[in-house]
């Protein structure tokens, strides 16, 4: 009874449950196997996973306003507003000519949806207000929203060119715009190179003031005479017809017949004072291909969507537009695609699992003999797709840190199969037990011992999993994927190697007849040739299936005779030598010396490492330095440099990039084995994604060159890092007054600039001031390392200050407000309404001729027109009777950390 019960008692019931239902798990394995492999196919593609800070972001735009009046207006009562709310960590913010920035850090214990929802509230909350700034008769609205930094790099180009206006070009490039965007999984394309259209009313001001016809009286008659009204209902004799007074234009041109004003009976239209044409807004974008003018599409993806399959897709789409809708002379390319390097990744994992698989049999083959070992390869195939079933389900995304997690289990996985296995093979090799209760009796003696050895691996990884922040939101998928890689090991290694086991264990290692191995051999490679044929997308598994027959005969050939030498010969030698080190080990006071040595050792080493580290013969970084898959330089001239100085500039730096990437080193005839695709952008477009994620500012000072390197294999051993430091040596110290910066991809989280010293106080003249001479000094010391130190704003915005002679203005009857607006229209335009066509929305802008609006002569000496509410009569009085102006600078930006003014000093480091 008690032996009975001893035997009972060894074994382990859930596998005993799976042995005696060998149906129920075959069918398991069959629908795991299929659902991993759907799994494999569907989940999307990225190269570093998505991290969701909880960060929320607020842009204001607000044009003709200088950074000083935006942080008056806009940023300083939304902060004021903003730093109470709770769970608040941070505030932040940039305040620019036009634009305002804040963002809000939000802590862990609050989700992303509710941080959004409380910001919202409280911006509502602010410009409900009276006094809140407006903008063409309406308030200024923020726009609150969260932000991924996969939604804000580029997937890809898509560059259009050819012999033909920038118009026609950006109508090519509207047309992919729209299609792109019908896709699921692209949030937005952004076209660079090419303006939106305005219709332009361009006022002479020199007929406009011998008219007597204000800016007001022009922006009336237009807002009021390009308008379509509905009066309602008519009914009469039973009928109900409703009335349209219609007065939208159909052509710009016809605004020049419009009437805007009217004295005494004689009108004047419109084309006495000014000129109306439909053309491009100013120039706010350049781009450039190998140095090539283009019109360029930013295609952009959607968090958490499969960029391969986008960019897939996307190529379908131009494929097919180039062939059925776009002329044959036009030149249409994709740069910068994305997605050959998260390609290239799983294809690694693919590889690196199949030579596992081979490497894990091979070795086993040679303790277990063949068909045993296939018990334990069996494990590798199916734990990695559970696992990719699980991370399937959880969400999960395929990339860098999911992929290591796979990769670094590949190893672990095993141990729990080759335990089961050789426990079994034991059983019944020296104990002489049938298969059915061997696997029983086997799993029952060491389930628990796998169990607590693979929740103990798994609990190594916990505290790497439970970091916090924003690198514990990077890191946290490595140890969940290990995690679910090694449960899904020991699952099978209990549940399905054993139901193996039980079936098809032997002891003795048959050879298989030739004939069989003939038979099977064949029919495995006709199916794989005809898979890898005809297979399109699964050609990958008629290779595999070759490879296993070809493996077959190598096995039956060689590694058979090689497996019987090892286990008759070679393996009891290392047996009998571990046997005896061991007992030497073991004897007397031995082990007490030998754990006290290895106490030392352990010490010794860890002195000793620190001492490596402290000499800096160790370096500690947090990333390996990779080798740069692109090269992108970023060029900033200071805030107020007009964009077509700044296009001229990185034309010049352009040459400089090409003729190094171009150079023979890197050339077989005109072919470029180094560089893939050379883009660059000017203005819009132009600033890091790392640094100035969700910003929609403009950027006239700013240039982005971005050079896209080939494969690795594909380099025939060019060294990317080289390319990158003869990039950096030649654009160094070069243009004086322009930063220049060279870098290349970043990989991990988005941690910013590597040297960042921040600065705080309220005098911001003093801050920059204190941060050049720290600049200096810190150049003055030749410290290796660093690239180009930076500070992040300067005072140098080059600007005017108008100042109204308060008494003189009253006394004519005008206000401070008047002289601005009447500035205002007269540069920047004022907004008089709205052009439809084809579906489209063109605004109408009245402002001066391009001939008087930069003649600081003709704006101040131009006659502000009014009718004197006292006397009935039109005064004009001249703007430069009651205001002088002074030439002056003005800060590029100002930037707040907790409401506090700061600046930086930052800067990347040198290649190496």
């Known amino acids: 009874m008690s032996k009975q019960k001893k035997s009972v008692d060894k074994e382990f019931r859930l596998s005993s449950w799976a042995i005696d239902n060998q149906t129920t798990m075959y069918v398991l394995i069959l629908v795991i196997l299929i659902l991993g492999g759907m799994a494999y196919f569907s989940m999307p593609r990225e190269s570093f996973p998505e991290v969701k800070e909880t960060k929320i972001y607020i842009s204001s735009l607000y044009p003709g306003n200088t950074a000083e009046d935006i942080e008056k207006l806009i940023t300083d009562p939304l902060e004021d507003e903003l730093k109470t709310v709770s769970n608040l960590v941070e505030i932040t913010s940039t305040s620019q000519e036009d634009y305002s920035m804040i963002i809000v850090e939000f802590d862990e214990n609050i ?18 207000g009276e006094d809140w700034p407006t903008f063409n008769g309406a308030k200024v609205e923020p726009n609150v929203f969260d932000l991924s930094l996969s939604e804000e790099i580029p997937i890809l180009n898509i560059n259009i060119s050819g012999d033909y206006p920038i118009e026609r070009l950006k109508e090519f490039g509207e047309y992919l715009e729209d299609e792109i965007e019908g896709l699921q999984e692209i949030k937005q394309v952004d076209i660079r190179g090419a303006q939106e259209k305005e219709v332009e009313v361009a006022v002479d001001i020199y007929k406009m003031m011998a008219a007597k016809v204000s800016f007001n009286d022009i922006i009336n008659g237009i807002s009021n005479e390009n308008l ?26 016809e605004l020049e017949n419009f009437v805007v004003k009217s004295e005494n009976g004689n009108p004047i239209y419109l084309k006495d004072i000014a000129k109306v044409t439909f053309k491009e807004e100013e120039k706010t974008t350049y781009a450039r291909e190998f140095g090539h003018p283009v019109v360029m599409l930013d295609v952009k993806k959607r968090s958490g969507k499969n960029m391969v399959d986008a960019v897939d897709q996307i190529k379908i789409i131009v494929d097919d537009t180039i062939e059925n809708e776009f002329p044959q002379d036009l030149t249409v390319t994709i740069a910068n695609d994305q997605s050959s390097k998260t390609i290239g990744q799983v294809d690694d994992l693919v590889n690196n699992i199949i030579f596992g698989i081979i490497l894990v049999v091979t070795v086993l083959m040679f303790f277990l003999g063949f068909k045993n070992a296939l018990f334990v390869g069996f494990a590798i195939p199916m734990s990695m797709f559970m696992s990719l079933m699980i991370l399937d389900v959880m969400g999960y995304t395929m990339n860098t840190m999911i992929l290591f997690g796979l990769i670094m289990g590949l190893g672990m996985l095993v141990d729990n199969g080759i335990v089961v296995v050789e426990n079994i093979y034991r059983l019944m090799d020296e104990e002489k037990m049938p298969r059915i209760e061997a696997a029983k009796k086997g799993i029952g003696e ?4 796998i169990i607590i050895s693979t929740l103990t691996t798994v609990a190594a990884f916990v505290p790497l999993g439970l970091w916090p922040g924003i690198m514990g939101q990077f890191m946290k998928y490595f140890p969940i994927t290990l995690s679910v890689v090694l449960g899904s090991s020991l699952f099978v290694a209990i549940f399905f190697n054993s139901v193996l086991v039980s079936r098809y264990m032997t002891t003795e290692d048959k050879e298989m007849p030739l004939k069989q191995i003939v038979r099977i051999t064949s029919i495995i490679s006709v199916i794989g040739i005809l898979i890898v044929i005809f297979g399109g997308a699964y050609r990958s598994l008629g290779s595999l299936m070759v490879l296993t027959a070809v493996m077959l005969w190598i096995y039956r050939l060689f590694l058979r005779n090689w497996a019987g030498i090892f286990q008759n010969r070679i393996l009891p030698k290392w047996e009998g030598f571990y046997e005896r080190t061991l007992r030497y080990s073991l004897a007397g006071r031995r082990p007490i010396f030998i754990a006290i040595t290895t106490f030392v050792l352990l010490l010794i080493a860890f002195i000793g490492f620190g001492i490596s580290v402290g000499n800096q013969r160790t370096k500690v970084e947090f990333f390996p330095d990779n080798k740069p898959n692109q090269i992108v330089v970023y060029i900033e001239y200071p805030e107020g440099t007009d964009i077509e100085k700044t296009n001229q500039i990185t034309k010049d730096i352009e040459e400089r990039v090409y003729d190094i990437i171009n150079s023979d080193a890197y050339m077989n005839g005109d072919y470029n084995f180094m560089t893939e695709s050379a883009v660059s952008q000017v203005g819009e477009g132009a600033g890091n994604p790392q640094t100035d ?29 080289e390319l990158l430091k003869k990039v950096q040596e030649a654009l160094k110290d070069i243009y004086p007054g322009v930063a220049i910066s060279v870098e290349k991809d970043a990989v991990g989280p988005p941690v910013g600039y590597p040297i960042n010293i921040e600065l705080e106080g309220e005098d911001y003249t003093e801050l920059i001031n204190t941060a050049e001479r720290m600049r ?16 992040d704003v300067n005072k140098s915005k080059p600007s005017m200050l108008v100042q109204v002679d308060r008494k003189k203005a009253g006394e004519l009857g005008i206000a401070t407000g008047q002289i601005g607006q009447q500035l205002r229209s007269s540069i920047f335009g ?3 309404g709205i052009y439809k066509e084809g579906g489209e929305d063109y605004d109408i802008y009245v402002r001066f001729n391009e001939e008087d609006r930069y003649n600081t002569s003709a704006l101040f000496n131009q006659r502000i027109t009014f009718r004197d509410p006292s006397s009935g009569q039109i005064k ?11 030439n002056s600078t003005g800060f590029s930006a100002i930037k707040h950390r907790d409401v506090k003014r700061v600046v930086t000093v930052y800067s990347a480091l040198a290649s190496g």
């Open 228 to 253: 379509t009204t509905s009066a309602g209902n008519l009914i009469a004799s039973g009928q109900r017809r409703t009335i349209r007074i219609v007065g939208e234009i159909d052509q710009p041109n």
């Open 111 to 128: 989700s992303v949806e509710a941080a959004l929802q409380k910001v919202k509230d409280e911006v509502d909350s602010k410009t409900a």
């Open 776 to 791: 200096n000094f810190i150049n003055s010391r030749n410290i290796p390392g660093i690239d180009e130190l930076k500070i």
């Open 876 to 886: 004009e009085v001249p703007i430069s009777a009651v205001a002088k102006q002074t």
């Open 693 to 721: 994620g969700g910003s929609s500012a403009e950027m006239p000072n700013r240039g982005k060159i971005t050079a896209t390197l080939r494969e690795f294999k594909y380099r025939e051993g060019a060294d990317s890092q």
């Open 830 to 832: 004022s907004k008089a």
């Open 446 to 449: 060491i389930a628990f011992p």
